[in-house]
């Protein structure tokens, strides 16, 4: 069965950086894409970062170059590098793995960013 999870979240001050890991199992996870959501209080889930197979990417507008998404296929793993954080990118992050007809999702971690 699918499993994702999320690790790396915390709290950290307006300015610095986290670095967010997705570790997936149960299904072929080098041939799938990936992405990271986030949620924040009283507001709708948004895609922030999104990696294809073959590692071609987009982002959200508000995070473009100051987050950037990799993979590591021997690892199984999805990362979020998150830098020169601000307020409004804290709640809770996901990791997504869209697949013909559903969409996994890991159980979340959370980000809170500190003025």
């Known amino acids: 069965q699918v499993q994702l999870v999320e690790s790396g979240g915390g709290l950290v001050q307006a300015g610095g950086s986290l670095r967010l890991s997705c570790a997936a199992s149960?299904?072929?996870?080098?041939?799938?894409?990936m992405a990271w959501y986030r949620q924040a209080p009283g507001k709708q889930r948004e895609e922030v970062a999104f990696?294809?197979?073959?590692?071609?990417?987009r982002y959200l507008d508000s995070v473009k170059g100051r987050f950037t998404i990799t993979r590591d296929n021997a690892k199984n793993t999805v990362y979020l590098q998150m830098n020169s954080l601000i307020t409004e990118d804290k709640g809770v992050y996901f990791c997504?793995?869209?697949?013909?007809?559903?969409?996994?999702w890991g159980q979340g971690t959370q980000v809170i960013v500190s003025t």
């Open positions: 997504s793995a869209p697949k013909p007809g559903r969409v996994y």
């Open positions: 149960g299904f072929s996870f080098s041939s799938n894409a």
């Open positions: 990696i294809t197979n073959n590692a071609r990417t």
